[in-house]
């Protein structure tokens, strides 16, 4: 019979189990997030070339900007959320946090 090898993350704690997958999914989302927003802007870019819109740049910079403010606030709750888990040491939620974001 052959042995399964080990999977590290099974020898883990919860709370760090818990901060991987919400760090992992925060990775992922931002990503597709990214994604959407290139393919919005370069269609509006190209409907601005055809002469369809008008882009008003500076709102398009403070909305971007305004979002990019908005993650970071997200980001910053969800990690003193983790640090606040109650059936596991603060710092595992974190760490495993910070595991996910580098995974994803």
Do not use: C, D
């Not at 991987?20 to 409907?47: N, P, R």
């Not at 305004?66 to 888990?85: I, N, P």
Request: proline share 2%.
């Amino acid at each position: 019979m052959e042995k399964i090898p080990e999977l590290p993350w099974l020898e883990m704690g919860t709370g760090f189990l818990v901060g991987l997958a919400v760090g992992y999914f925060l990775k992922k989302s931002f990503k597709i997030l990214l994604a959407l927003l290139g393919v919005g802007i370069i269609l509006i870019f190209v409907l601005e070339s055809q002469k369809v819109v008008s882009i008003n740049e500076e709102g398009l910079a403070h909305t971007v900007a305004a979002g990019t403010e908005q993650f970071k606030h997200f980001a910053g709750f969800l990690k003193e959320r983790l640090s606040r888990l109650s059936f596991a040491g603060t710092g595992s939620g974190v760490a495993g946090f910070f595991a996910g974001l580098k995974m994803g």
